[in-house]
């Protein structure tokens, strides 16, 4: 089974400093955070507010999508964390 983003809606979460979104695998459903030093790392210029990280996000939803697919690739989990290391 492929993982699949069909719901396009995702989070702040202020005391992981990261953005809460979801995948799908068949019927199961896998939490992905990125960090704000991931999101920061895609727009050098973009604020760390919560308001400026959304933007961020959505606009690199496909880069962090596919980021999300290959960790999700190297082994299911509870949850995934992308760092800025993988962009």
Partial sequence: MTLAFPNAS?????????????GH?????FTFYVDADA?????????DDE????????????RIEKAAGVAHARGKQSF???TASEF
């Fill in 39 to 47: 999101l920061h790392r895609l727009d050098p210029r973009g604020l």
């Fill in 10 to 22: 995702r989070s702040y979460e202020a005391e992981r400093r990261a953005i809460r979104f979801w």
């Fill in 80 to 82: 995934y964390r992308l």
């Fill in 51 to 62: 308001a400026s990280l959304l933007r961020t996000f959505d606009a690199n939803r496909p």
């Fill in 25 to 29: 695998e068949s019927q199961f459903e």
